[in-house]
Every structure is written in structure tokens, then in C-alpha cells.
């Protein structure tokens, strides 16, 4: 079975942990260090064969459109989260619309191709922002993984499936597809991605992902930051969490890394989603469950 690998293009100080400290506001004064940290992924990918799908911002787009084209070049799938990595629920919709609007058009034109998938940032489409997805359908986007269904304070979509499934909504449908969770003693809890893999031993990932693919039959969604395997990159101040969250783990993660792309086989999560648009191992019928708009918000859990 292929799993996805995706990457998410951001810079080392749009880290939503550090927003409270002022970090958002006074981005123009760090040095970016996304260029060299994405070559690095680039060329760890390009060594083990993989391809990825990139959830690039638009405000690196469009300060690096260079690195965009090498990307899209090299076969990756380019794909949007946001524009300047603000997390949803903090938004009006119209000031959603004009972000992503922004995002979108700054990818595309720095890629040269059409954009259709969407992340939000920190996974912050919640029972607040559902609309989002109204949003995204309106603006052409076909598939989006912006739900993670584990307890935190900040996804809120705990009881959401771990399959994908299609959200109806008055301006279209988009197909989702959760990010990766494992059933432990009756919780879910998160695997393969960011913190999660720098943070945890590494036997859990590989373990996890090995009993999703062969005992559940399901593939399993690897997320990175490029400033993840950049253990040099400039200390900003926060709090104890923000710090354990962004530091934590930093200079094993390229090791990780490696060893998932050497013993997992990969894809871009567009790939995958079309093949699971055609047929859904999980649903006899061969269809993904369709839920409405209205009915999205998941208070108890569905699976």
C-alpha cells in the first residue's frame, strides 16, 4: 500500500505556537531559512524516489516563486495553506475568502499549474469556521486535509471520521481526507506528522503505520515543516510548551524522515485522492460517505 507524504511550505517563525508572543506581527525581522530547508527536503525526497504534495503559503510563493517552480519541476504536487498562515477560526469569512483567494492566485502563479488542495493552518477549520469549506468549494478546491480527529484544543473535530468522506456544501463538494490516527485503548491518538514524529520514538510511527496498511487496510498521511529538520535554525522567545513543541526533537527528525521514505512507499495526496474518488476500500458500494455542510460538527463519535 502507498502512503502520502506532505510537506507543509512554511518558515520557521509561522509557527502558530509563538502568534501570542507578537512573532506574526514582526515576521519582516527574522531571517528566512525556508529556501535552504525545503532544497534539504527536496533532496532527501529526490534520494529515496518519493514524491510529495507541497501546502505551500502564498506569502512564500510569492517572496519565493523560484523555489515554488523547482518543486512543481522536480514532480511534486503544489498545493495551498493559506496566505499567511493565520488560523481560520480567527477569521471572518470574507476575510477567509480574501486569504485563500490571495494564497491560491500566488501559488498558481508562481507554479504555473492549477492548485486544488487546501490545509489549513494548524488544522483550524473547527465548529466556528465551518463555512470554510463553503469557501474552498467556491474557490475551486476539490479536496482538503484541514481535519485532525484527536483531542487538542485546537482542532475541535475529535469525533470527526478517520476515513476520508466528502463534505456537501451549497457551492460544491469537497472531498476530505483526515489527517492519520490510531484507535489506543479506546482514544484516538496522533501518528506520522510534525511534532508527533520528532517528539515519539520512532518504533511508533513505523509500528502504526504498518498496522494501518496491512491490519486496517488504511493509508496513512506524513506531514513535515521544512524548518523541522533544520536544528540550527534562530531560538524565539515563548513559553515552555511553544518551545518543547518547535525545538523538541529537531536534530533526529531528518533522521526519521529518512527511514520512512526508506521503508514506507509514497505518494502526493492528490494522487490518492482520486484514486479514492473512484473507489473507497472502506465502503462495500465502492463510494465515500457524503455528509452536509449543516451536519459536519461532530460532537460523538461516528466511527
Not at 19 to 32: E, F, M, P
Request: aromatic share 12%.
Amino acid at each position: 500500500m502507498k502512503n502520502v507524504v506532505t510537506i507543509d511550505l512554511e518558515d520557521y517563525y509561522h509557527v502558530t505556537a509563538f502568534s501570542d508572543n507578537g512573532t506574526a506581527s514582526d515576521r519582516s525581522l527574522y531571517v528566512s531559512r525556508v529556501e535552504q530547508n525545503t532544497d534539504r527536503v527536496l533532496e532527501i525526497l529526490a534520494e529515496k524516489g518519493s514524491i510529495a504534495t507541497f501546502f505551500a503559503l502564498g506569502s512564500v510563493a510569492e517572496k519565493f516563486p523560484q523555489l515554488v517552480q523547482r518543486i512543481v519541476r522536480l514532480g511534486h504536487e503544489i498545493a495551498c495553506h493559506s496566505f499567511a498562515h493565520r488560523q481560520v477560526f480567527t477569521l471572518t469569512r470574507d476575510q477567509f475568502f480574501e486569504d485563500t483567494r490571495r494564497a491560491k492566485l500566488a501559488i498558481e502563479e508562481a507554479a504555473g499549474v492549477a492548485v486544488y488542495g487546501y490545509r489549513a493552518p494548524s488544522f483550524s477549520i473547527t465548529k466556528s469556521s465551518e463555512w470554510a469549506f463553503e469557501v474552498l468549494a467556491e474557490l475551486g478546491f476539490t479536496y482538503d486535509s484541514s481535519i485532525f480527529p484527536v483531542r487538542h484544543l485546537n482542532y475541535e473535530m475529535q469525533h470527526a471520521p478517520v476515513d476520508p468522506f466528502i463534505i456537501a456544501t451549497p457551492a460544491g463538494s469537497i472531498q476530505e481526507f483526515p489527517m492519520t490516527t490510531l484507535q489506543i485503548a479506546g482514544a484516538r491518538a496522533p501518528l506520522a506528522g510534525g511534532a508527533y514524529l520528532r517528539v515519539l520514538p520512532y518504533w511508533y510511527t513505523q509500528w502504526g503505520i504498518r498496522y494501518l496498511n496491512d491490519s486496517e487496510g488504511r493509508p496513512a498521511c506524513v506531514y513535515l515543516h521544512p524548518w523541522e529538520l533544520d536544528p540550527e535554525q534562530p531560538r524565539m522567545k515563548g513559553t515552555l510548551s511553544a518551545r518543547i513543541r518547535q525545538y523538541f526533537g529537531l536534530r533526529s527528525a531528518e533522521v526519521k524522515f529518512r527511514r520512512l521514505l526508506q521503508d514506507f512507499e509514497f505518494q502526493p495526496l492528490g494522487v490518492l485522492v482520486k484514486e479514492l474518488s473512484h473507489h473507497s476500500p472502506r465502503n462495500l458500494d465502492g463510494r465515500l460517505p457524503q455528509i452536509p455542510l449543516e451536519k459536519l460538527y461532530f460532537d460523538r463519535e461516528t466511527q
